[in-house]
Each structure stands twice: as C-alpha cells, then as structure tokens.
C-alpha cells in the first residue's frame, strides 16, 4: 500500500489569503510522482494552539507530515517549539548550525541579530536538513505515536517555507531518505514532454494507446497553451531506465511535431535552441500581439544572439511607414489578411536582414470584431529565403488567451521552419 | 469574538499537486475583509471516507465552513451525499433546478446526460444558492452539534469550484447573509490604492502615522512591481462610509504620485486613461524589455487609440538601420547610455507621429554586465513636445525582474508626463 501523507503548511500570509499555497501544490507533485498518497493538505496560521491542532490531525491522516513554515528567527515562528512539545522532547542547541549562521551574516558584513540563534534550535531527535540557500535549516523526525489506541510510527519532515530554499532541499536531503520508506519506491525515472497543438483528452488517447497502466503512470500538466506530458516509472527495476527509453522513444514518434522539447525548456529557449543549431537570425512583425512575441523570445538569456529586431505596428499607418505594407493591399484586403501579414512578415526580415521574419495580425477582442473578421481571427506569415507562408485561424477565448495563443503559434512557426518541419500544420487541433 | 472559519477545498487535482487552490487564498482574502478569522484551511481529495474526515476536522476548528469543490455531475463529485451523511439528512430531489439544468443544455442545443441531474440533489435542509454561470448550485445550511461534549452552532457554505461560478456566488449570495452573523460586521466600506515606487515597508511607515489601529484594517498585497494598500472599514458604523473618504484623501495625499491609481486598474489601463484624457498618443522603443511594453500597453483593450507602434530594436545595428540613433553615439557612449536611448526615443517619435513616446535599453541578464555597466543597469529616454528626458537606473535581481521593473518604470514615465509630474523621480525607493 503506497505511503499517505499530509502536507502542513504554516503562516499567518496564508490564512490571510496574502499568498496562494504554492508550497503544497509542489509538494503534491513531487509526492504524486514518488507514488506517494496525499491524504489531506492543512494549512494554519502562526499560532501555538492551532500548529499544535494541525499537527495532531496530520498524524491522524498519514504516515508522513511534510511540514513547510515557521522556522525564521523571529516570535511568530512557532515551527519548533511545538514540534518538540508535541514530541514530548526539549529543544537542542545546534553548535555547528549556528556557526553557520555567525558565518553567513559574516560574509554578507552584517551585525547578527541574538534572535536568529533560534535557528540553531532541534528537537532533539531531530536529524538535521542543510539549507545551503538559507540560515532556516530543516530536520526529520522518526517516532512512534499511539493513534486510534495502536502504537504507529509517523515520519515528520520539516522544512523552511521559502521556496526556493524548501524545494532543493525536500530534492536533495529529504527525497532520498524518503525513497528508502516502506511503500515509497525509489525515486522514479521521468520523462516530460512539452507539447503544443494537442488538446489533453487528444493526447491521452494517442498516449494510453502506447503505454499501458503497468508501463508507467502518466500525467498532463496543461498551462495554457501548452501541456506537459510526464511520464513516471518506477525506479526499483533495474531496466526502468532502459524501458522509459523505448516508451519515450515511442511516444515522440506518435505525437510528432507536437512535442516541442524534452525536458523542462519553454517554446521561446527551444525556438532559440534551434536557431542557434541553424546559425540563423529572426526578427518579428507583430500587430495583435502588440509586443508579445519579442517578449518571449528575449526572456531567454543570450538571445541576442539571434534576435534581432520586432516591429510592432499597431496602426495601419505604422504598417506602410514602418514596414513598408502597401496601402493598397491595406485597403482592398484589410489589416487583417494573410496579404497584409506576408507583406509585414516580408518588410521584417528586409528592414533587419534577418535570416528569418513571422508576422501576426488579427483581432484581440473583446471589442474590433465584424462578420468577416470576428473576434479571435489571426493571421500569420513566415518569410525566409526561397519560403514565403500564411494561413488564416480563427482561435477563441479573451484578448490575453488570443495574444498568448497567436504568440505560441507564431514562435512554433518559426520552430517548424528551422527544424525543417511542415509550418502551416501548426496550432491547437484536438 | 471574531466568527473563525475553516476552510475546505476538495479534489483530486489539489492533492495531486496538478493545480494550486487559489480558491482558498481568494475566500481567505475576503475573511480578512469581513473581519473573519481563517482557522484552518484543509484539503482532501475525491474520497467519502477523507471528505467526511476533513469536515469533521473543520466542524472542530471553526465555526463557519466554506467548502468548495465536488459539485459536478460525475461520480468523483462527493460532497453533498457526504454532507447529507454528516447531517443526518437524506438529500431532496429540487425540480427548479433540475428546470434549470434542463433548460441549460436546450439552450446549448446538447443532449443533456441523465448524471446531470445529480446536481438538483441538495441535503433537506439545504438553502439553495443560485449559480447563473453554471449548472452547478451552491447551499449553505446552518446546524446544531455535538462536539467535545458541548452542543454548539455551525454554518456550512458549500460552492462550486470552478472559480469564475464560486466567487460571485460568494459575493453576492453568500456574504449577505454571512453578515447578519454574530462576529460578523457589515460588508467592510473599502478603498485599495495601486502604488509603484515605495517598499511595503516605507508604505506601512507613511500610512500608519495617518491612519491609526482603531480608525481601520489596512492589509498590503505585494505583487512585484506592485503594492496594493487596502484601507478596510467595518461597514455597520453609519459614517463609515464617509470616513473613509477623509482617510482615503490623506492617505492619497501622503503617498503622492506614488498612487498610481485607486481600484483595481492596471499600470497599463490608467496608462491608457490619462493619455486618453489628454488625446494624446503613444509609442515605444525597446531593447532589454524586448517588446513587454508593447504587449503591456496592448494588453488593454481599446489601446489602438492611443498606441501607434513599439520599435524593439535588440541589435545595434536594428538601432541604427531602424531608429535612426548615430553610429557615433553607439560607438562614443555605448547601446546602454542616456544618449543612445534619447536618440532611440526620438526616433520612435519621428517615425510613429506619436505625442510622447518612451524608450529603454539595459543589461537584463544574467549574461553581458561589464565593470561600468553592470546586470541591472538601464537607461530611460522620453520624447514629446519641448520635452526630452533621460535617466539611468541601477536595478536588480532576475532577468524577468529586471525586465518588468523596467517596463513598470517605462509606463510610469508616461502616466506621469500626460498627468505633468515629475517624471524622473519614478522608480523603486524604499
């Protein structure tokens, strides 16, 4: 029977609803993918009874407590304390972890406050968790309660609420020993596929085709517009590796160019990636977008490498003065036509001698639309040596849908063309 | 005594990490308005046994219980035959909303699945709450209890958890009536500033020497660049109302320019709204935002009003072939220089026929910082009439942060040229 546990989130921002318990959620993920049954996620503020009251449940819940918050240096951080009452313990003060904490403020040249020697204090069963990103070090516990009138045994983890402190650390300190628990295999083998233009019932289907329940627990992760499909094996059997190899294999052979990228790489580093491959520039015409397009090429680190210019022409004036759209074709096709947007693409790549030029235009919405031209039409265009593409899609939803839809098209266009792959194929089919 | 609520959230997307619950966060918002203290905060999935569990956990921290999730149609959907059990109480088959259903689907033209009508079943004692965006009804009953020994009143709100179907009937069905609790006040009277350019901290200092403990319940909600501060009122004093008139007027006047707007609108809507007030029009240059204030500005709907074009000139040589700025300035003072983002700021002036237009240049990161011009480093230009500006930042941390501060500071410079302010002291202090 796989392992239950309860995941405790603790903090007064939390039950203010100042923040959204993104601690937990990662948690479950991580517990979904280890085979590990979230039985319950609780979250309190900062208070001795209610911590106390949290904890209680938790262990009435599951085996093991994931515990995030509320070990900071100040009053309000009740973490510790009520862990070792609860445990029936006192607290232990750790010599090496608060010359570690001496050391660090040390480093940054600032006076140490006395409350943050707090931070050196364990129950004192306590195993300790390194935090090599923060003074907030964690531990685990091991103990044996009596639950319901039986003796069990209960697993506590403790970690700092930060979460880019909690996340390496549950990774690198907790996973490993957690993987050695009865009913937590071992840390299992992944694979994750970033897809684009498929919906998700699509995907399982072609999916479960290939691998069965036994093969490999699958799950979607969809966050609009692209989904991630994860594949999860367990790691016990030595062939694990071997056999997610030829699952994978098989399952980027039957979704195709859907897959984007292996891995965790967004559209916008894979479209950098395969430039770079190619040597080759882009530049970009934008009008619906208003910007969008750039935006997402440019968040990856050194893509000035291969980007080059975007012409956001909003205005149908900007179209002839800037990119050089006929006004003749303006007025007899419209702003919005693959006529229109082919010259833009084409006025793109001439104005930055880009090896490369995608061009959208279309109507966002809410307002714009007509019978022709309703809300959600876009037009597309791709212009490079000896190619020369458009194609017209009617998508849906709010303007922000439109814009991050019509960029994720955009950006696979020109994915599609460096990697030799059929362009106008692109979009979202279910 | 402040009425306490727990909170429960169901689903197996939750406890599967596959979302986060952001319904918790935004119901745990909302107590904090209406002076409602979050006891506790629970999450379990699709299962009898845990659902049961988790409202008995709840019946035993809080008064209230604000339940969201397993409303649908399908079998995973638990929660009102799990109620029902907890109650005591059969369920009732409600025809009027059985009509409803019936006629939803008619109107959708689609043949309605018979399991649809799981969702008119409602425990007797039920008060049924209408949901106008879905098939999905909410109920709230009120009880009498056995716990610890003691007989005590609880209040069950059960909701959908779609979010777009839960939050208005929150709104409006269900804070009505919340209100005439005891330990509940009125709907508080509120007022949120949006403020750009000072710390949480620096906000907190300035607006509690004016507005005291006593006089009303400020809660600030960072969400980077950005700070809302919420003055909350307790709506059953008869002047309230008017009261926070005064204090939101001084709280307006002390934090000056820093306000940049009151409500709920964006940097980029009241960008849209001033620069609509003064008939003017707008255009962009760009190099280390890549186009994100373009796509900013454009995010508002109507912006082709006043937004003509955005030049995102990532190359040098894009700076020059496109907007005109001098090789020799590029050479003399380098792409990161006040004198290179004038030049590219008039230029995008002269090329749009914009009133104003607003230009930056910078070193995003994490690559290209150098011992002059280190990572964070920016420039700001502004061009209109008898009018040119320019500025030099040092900001901060990740490449998108660096990225959206900049595109922050860029929108201010333009709100605070159409409303004359001054325009250079925008920017991050603390």
Request: proline share 5%; charged share 25%.
């Amino acid at each position: 029977m796989a392992l239950r546990a309860a995941i405790l989130s603790t903090g007064e921002e939390l039950t203010t609803g100042k923040i959204a318990d993104t601690n937990a959620q990662w948690l479950a993920d991580r517990c979904f993918g280890l085979g590990i049954d979230v039985a319950a996620v609780l979250v309190v503020g900062d208070d001795r009874g209610r911590i106390r009251w949290a904890w209680e449940r938790a262990f009435e819940a599951a085996e093991l407590v994931l515990c995030t918050g509320g070990l900071g240096p100040t009053t309000d951080d009740l973490t510790t304390e009520t862990v070792a009452a609860l445990l029936g313990e006192t607290v232990r003060f750790d010599e090496a972890s608060a010359d570690r904490i001496r050391q660090r403020f040390a480093r940054m040249k600032r006076p140490m406050p006395e409350s943050n020697l707090r931070q050196a204090l364990f129950p004192q069963s306590a195993t300790i968790l390194d935090n090599p990103l923060g003074t907030a070090r964690g531990y685990r516990v091991s103990c044996d309660r009596e639950i319901g009138g039986a003796c069990v045994t209960r697993h506590l983890v403790v970690m700092p609420g930060v979460p880019r402190e909690m996340k390496p650390m549950f990774d690198e300190r907790v996973v490993p020993w957690l993987t050695g628990l009865p009913g937590v295999g071992a840390p299992p083998v992944t694979r994750v596929f970033q897809t684009f233009g498929m919906s998700e019932s699509a995907l399982g289907e072609k999916v479960s085709a290939l691998v069965g329940v036994d093969d490999a627990r699958v799950s979607y992760r969809a966050s609009f517009p692209k989904i991630a499909v994860k594949l999860i094996l367990p790691g016990t059997l030595d062939d694990a590796r071997q056999r997610i190899d030829g699952l994978a294999a098989r399952v980027r052979e039957a979704l195709g160019p859907v897959v984007y990228a292996e891995g965790e790489a967004t559209m916008e580093e894979e479209v950098g990636r395969v430039l770079g491959a190619r040597n080759a520039s882009v530049a970009v015409a934008e009008s619906c977008t208003g910007g969008l397009i750039g935006h997402r090429l440019t968040d990856v680190p050194g893509s000035s490498a291969y980007f080059l210019a975007d012409f956001v022409t909003y205005s149908n004036e900007a179209k002839v003065t800037v990119l050089g759209v006929s006004p003749q074709t303006l007025e007899s096709f419209g702003a919005v036509s693959e006529e229109t947007v082919r010259e833009m693409a084409a006025g793109a790549r001439r104005l930055s001698g880009a090896d490369v030029a995608v061009a959208t235009t279309g109507v966002a919405g809410p307002g714009g639309g007509t019978k022709e031209r309703p809300v959600g039409t876009v037009c597309f265009g791709l212009d490079a040596d000896g190619v020369r593409l458009s194609c017209r899609h009617q998508l849906w939803g709010s303007r922000d849908w439109i814009k991050l839809l019509t960029s994720q098209i955009a950006l696979d266009w020109v994915r599609r063309w460096a990697l030799g792959l059929p362009v106008l194929e692109s979009g979202f089919r279910s």
